[in-house]
């Protein structure tokens, strides 16, 4: 029978449609709730028809062929300004106002893009408080009412509030608005710097302090740091330009302060010496405080210390100055003058104290401890102070060992002040957190924290080069240039393999262990493993527990409650309660019910496909790929048929885990693990929609638990397994809540991950036998030998048989190839004190206490000294004996991960691919559409 051709654009990275969540956070009296928002899509508004809200697009825009904005958050209020309305209805009734009436309240009112930057930018980018008093704030939100068509400050607050709701909301349609808006803040700054009277102002200097501000929140690459620097050199200029006139006002102390640290850091960040203009503005100052004896007090400012410590770094890093005896002579005095200063604070009004956190009641707190500060700034100078002194410590540790001294015991003396030191305040930095958070001044908690994660940490060479401010994202920067937006993290490991030589010149492979420094994406540094025999080490010679990270990440779905979270005896048992319902001979009995809705599948691509053996529209087969294997995970644990690839709308389960999913990522974007309060409404809104979904069926199971079935599902098995672990008595979810949230968290994550992998790499498989015609027709030949001639009693067949499936043994080397060149996910877990991985080749070892141990496994399987023609499609490789150099090495092959902490649903995700690929394969050509595609995105 003839095979009709299909039309695929999905296997591109960079599809994703972007959608904004509007919100407001202040309103004025001038602001009017204007109600419900309209539930349709945008162009169905636009055109005031009705939509059909079809998910993930309307079918108006489909039968259109415009590609559907998608829909807005039913969550946000609308606002409008109505102004203008109440005036001008006021003067027409003043002379009726006796008259007693009834007056609709119908009028609304939509609060601009403007606004809510407006909003956004006071909300979380001012505050009050020392060392800024209340006139400070005034005068910003004074200045930016001023009516003028040029409001440097208006500009540039809009600009900056668009920036970081663009940011927030993943909403690139405000990034062009801020860019914008940021374009007429510079040409007004720039007009005003070529007046004299207006070059010196404040506003000028405040607007600078913003723009740099909006470069800052707007990186996109290094050239962006040179603009940021600009901005800086010309602050300098201007703060020297101003002269001693501006320490008479307080306002002017108040620009000086803040750009005086931000020049500090960027000064820090280029490793260049502070400018001599900001030297001596700063002596000035410093002067109008103390007196015109300042110089000769010491310790001095700690700005003062810090411009000598800065200075101290730029002649390290341009050689100016090699001799570890000097360098180690001016860190110790540096030190010295740092710790008279802290001396000297702790007897003023900078005094804070270190109590338990039981005595406090609060819940934040690093290990039961917390600061009480006088004010959030104190506590913000004391993590300066701290973060200086972490930092020339680190400066005598490195060259305590190369002076010229032969007194070991000094320097080893010198050595332990100096790590002991870096530890304390490090733990200091951590405990003082809590103090800032939830403030404006939160942001100021980047600089300290970053130092702590940069401590120097005792690893063996070779390492991937590491800036002492960035870390190494800038080489995740340079990962993520080569890829569009939405690049799966995982193939940074392929992308290490393939450009190893870049970053390790010296080396004819890249190295088995290499350590990563990706604070803030990541709260703790990494060390991931590229080779088969080290990846082994911590998944199967030993089980290290899931790293943190992980766990947080499940959280706010499962609350630890799961088998992917849950560590030690408690996984043991709830892993051997599950493990029956994914075995070999329970998906098989599963067969027929999951060819049942694979037959949904195969009819929907019917209707895909061109009459008389023409090709279909396009489509995104990603979007049925995710419904079919969202239906089949749910029938596979709970026996319930969803239809989600025939109903017209997702319902109300996939669509809560799929949101949910979206803040769970959003939550762990950041180190900082934040959501704002409406998105954690969200997340519970999510858990109660899934909670009245799953639970009734979990109760029905329980009910029934113990009587025989011929259904043996997911769920049901592992309850009997329960119930005989409790001796054969009931069990009662209400005496029993913590046993109900961890059934109930587990089969969330199995229904979590048991769609999203396997839709892709269906995707995938199409993608390569279309790729690799010769072997698609291997397929295919198989499937006529073992299933028949007739692609259309195959599902009848193997309803009868599933126990052919074990004859398509090609086609099972073709799924593992496609996992091979496409792997989804891999493990990280926890490192332990005293485990080491290491190299049996080299015979270095590599501490792990501290560190994210991530499993490279794919890059390990782009690793072209594990398998020969390694990006080549070879599904052969499966199935030639072991003396053969293609056969595959020993646990090189990572796609469900290794150990007893493998994937538990590795054996029905195999089984239904195979299945797929054995009722459809024969019956459509596949063929990618990027033309298509591309046309409709323009």
């Known amino acids: 029978m003839p095979r009709s051709p299909l039309i695929l654009p999905y296997l591109r990275p960079g599809s994703r449609t972007p959608e904004l969540s509007c919100w407001a956070e202040v309103l004025h009296r001038s602001m009017v709730y204007y109600g419900a928002l309209s539930k349709g899509c ?17 079918l108006k825009c489909e039968k259109g062929q415009k590609p559907c904005p998608g829909y807005r958050n039913l ?34 009112l939509c ?3 403007e606004d809510r930057a407006a909003t956004f930018f006071f909300t979380h980018y001012t505050t009050t408080g020392p060392p800024f008093c209340d006139s400070y704030q005034s005068w910003l939100a004074k200045t930016y009412h001023e009516d003028s068509p040029d409001n440097l400050i208006r500009h540039s607050i809009q600009a900056v509030g668009m920036a970081a709701i663009s940011n927030i909301s993943n909403a690139p349609e405000i990034v062009q608005r801020a860019k914008e808006r940021y374009g007429q803040a510079l040409k007004a700054t720039n007009v005003a710097l070529y007046d004299p009277a207006q070059a010196t102002a404040d506003t000028t200097l405040m607007a600078i302090l913003l723009l740099g501000l909006f470069v800052t929140i707007m990186f996109e690459s290094w050239n962006d740091s040179h603009a940021w620097t600009a901005h800086i050199e010309g602050a300098t200029a201007l703060l020297h330009l101003r002269g001693k006139s501006q320490f008479t006002r307080e306002l002017g102390i108040q620009l000086y302060i803040q750009f005086r640290q931000q020049i500090l850091q960027a000064c820090m960040h280029r490793g260049v010496p502070v400018p001599p203009a900001l030297v001596e503005i700063t002596m000035q100052f410093e002067a109008s405080r103390q007196g015109t004896q300042y110089n ?39 030190d010295s003058d740092l710790n008279a200063w802290a001396s000297k604070s702790s007897q003023s009004d900078r005094e804070f104290h270190e109590i338990e956190a039981d005595a406090s009641g609060k819940e934040d707190n690093f290990n039961g401890r917390e600061h009480v500060y006088n004010s959030v700034w104190g506590a913000q100078v004391w993590n300066n102070w701290r973060s200086l002194t972490i930092v020339t410590n680190r400066i005598i540790l490195n060259h305590v060992d190369k002076q010229s001294f032969q007194n070991d015991g000094l320097k080893e003396m010198m050595r332990f002040h100096s790590i002991s030191v870096i530890q304390s305040l490090s733990t200091d930095i951590c405990i003082s957190t809590p103090s800032l958070s939830g403030t404006p001044r939160a942001p100021s908690m980047i600089w300290p924290l970053h130092i702590v994660s940069q401590e120097e940490l005792n690893v063996p060479n070779p390492m991937l080069p590491h800036s002492w401010i960035m870390g190494h994202l800038p080489i995740m920067f340079e990962f993520r240039k080569e890829f569009p937006g939405d690049i799966n993290i995982g193939n940074f490991h392929p992308w290490i393999i393939n450009n190893y030589q870049k970053y390790f010149p010296e080396m004819d492979h890249c190295p088995p262990v290499i350590y990563l420094d990706l604070w803030p994406v990541l709260k703790a540094p990494i060390v991931a493993a590229y080779k088969n025999t080290v990846a082994a080490q911590f998944t199967q010679t030993k089980n290290l527990d899931k790293h943190q990270i992980s766990l947080d990440f499940m959280n706010p779905l499962t609350k630890g409650l799961d088998i992917a979270t849950l ?73 319930e048929r969803l239809h989600e690839q025939t109903n017209t709308t997702a319902g109300p389960l996939r669509v809560a885990l799929a949101d949910q999913l979206r803040l769970m990522g959003i939550r762990q974007a950041f180190s900082f693990g934040y959501l704002f309060p409406w998105q954690n409404k969200a997340v519970d809104r999510n858990n109660l929609i899934v909670q009245h979904q799953l639970q009734p069926n979990i109760v029905r199971s329980l009910e029934t638990g113990l009587k025989p079935s011929k259904k043996k599902t997911v769920l049901n ?84 048989s599933p126990q052919l499936l074990g004859s398509l043994r090609y086609t099972h080397a073709v799924i593992k190839e496609t996992l091979r060149l496409y792997q989804l996910a891999s493990t990280m877990r926890g490192g332990e004190p005293g485990f080491y991985l290491s190299d049996a080749t080299t015979g270095l070892q590599y501490p792990t206490e501290g560190f994210l141990v991530w499993d490279g496994g794919p890059g390990m399987q782009h690793d072209p000294s594990l398998w020969p023609h390694v990006d080549k499609f070879i599904p052969g490789r499966w199935l030639v004996p072991a003396e053969d150099p293609l056969h ?17 649903g590795q054996e029905i995700a195999l089984v239904e691919i195979k299945l797929v690929a054995a009722l459809i394969m024969r019956k459509y050509d596949v063929e990618e559409a990027w033309d298509e595609w591309d046309a409709l995105q323009t």
């Open 42 to 58: 945008q162009r169905c508004r636009q055109r005031k028809v009705k939509c059909d809200q079809r998910k993930p697009g309307c």
């Open 75 to 108: 969550t946000d209020l609308v606002f409008r300004d109505e102004r203008q309305r109440i005036r001008k209805k006021l003067g027409s009734e003043a002379g009726s106002l006796s008259k007693p009436r009834n007056l609709p309240i119908n009028y609304a």
């Open 111 to 113: 609060l601009n893009i």
């Open 296 to 334: 000769s007090l010491r310790p001095g400012s700690l700005a003062v210390l810090g411009f000598r410590l800065v200075n101290l770094s730029a002649a390290m890093s341009t050689q100016q100055i090699t001799d570890a005896d000097a360098i180690c002579r001016i860190a110790v005095d540096i």
């Open 567 to 639: 560590q030690g005896d408690e996984w043991k048992k709830w892993r051997g309660w599950f493990n029956p319902g994914f075995s070999s001979r329970n998906v098989s009995s599963m067969v027929p019910d999951l060819i049942e809705e694979i037959k949904d599948f195969a009819d929907n691509l019917q209707q895909k496909a061109g009459p008389n053996g023409s090709w279909g529209r396009m489509f995104q087969l990603r979007n049925m790929t995710t419904a079919l294997t969202f239906d089949i995970i749910v029938r596979a644990v709970l026996d």
């Open 717 to 800: 098995l592992a309850l009997i397994h329960l119930a005989e672990e409790a001796g054969g008595r009931p069990i009662d979810p209400t005496t029993d809540p913590v046993m109900m949230d961890t059934i109930l968290g587990n089969l969330k994550t199995f229904l979590v991950a048991g769609h999203e992998t396997t839709a892709s790499a269906l995707c995938f498989m199409f993608k390569v036998l279309q790729d690799n015609p010769g072997c698609m027709a291997k397929v295919r030949a198989e499937h006529d030998e073992v299933l028949g001639l007739d692609p259309d009693q195959a599902a009848d067949i193997l309803s009868k």
């Open 888 to 904: 595959p090495v020993k646990d090189a092959w990572r796609a469900f991960a290794r150990g007893p902490r493998d994937c538990i």
